[in-house]
Nanobody, 116 residues
Framework: QVQLVESGGGLVQPGGSLRLSCAANGSIARTQFMGWFRQTPGNQRELGAAISGADRTTSGPPAGGRFTISRDNAKTAVYLQMNNLQPDDTGVYYC??????????WGGGTQVTVSS
């Protein structure tokens, strides 16, 4: 069973940047989708950015050109670079992976707080 472990969250001032990391423990199919979702207070979980096995990237509504997703060469880790963060970006950020068999796997999340 693949487990995803996020890191890199924390407190940042408005206008600041964070780089989130997600490491996979277990066997990852390099052809599969990985992504970052977020859940802000009072809202449903929404897509931040995603990357396919062919390294095609997709940005979700909150990205606004500020989020960049990437993965390592072995494709067992995925990163989310977030720039110009604002208080509305405060929330829990989750990494996910779509295995070839079975449902989407989620990490436990990492808290991002944007505040002065």
């Amino acid at each position: 069973q693949v487990q995803l472990v996020e890191s890199g969250g924390g407190l940042v001032q408005p206008g600041g940047s964070l780089r989130l990391s997600c490491a996979a423990n277990g066997s990852i199919a390099r052809t599969q989708f990985m992504g970052w979702f977020r859940q802000t207070p009072g809202n449903q979980r929404e897509l931040g950015a995603a990357i396919s096995g062919a390294d095609r990237t997709t940005s979700g509504p909150p990205a606004g050109g500020r989020f960049t997703i990437s993965r390592d060469n072995a494709k067992t880790a995925v990163y989310l670079q977030m720039n110009n963060l604002q208080p509305d970006d405060t929330g829990v950020y989750y990494c996910c992976y779509d295995p070839t068999i079975g449902g989407r796997i989620w990490g436990g999340g990492t808290q991002v707080t944007v505040s002065s």
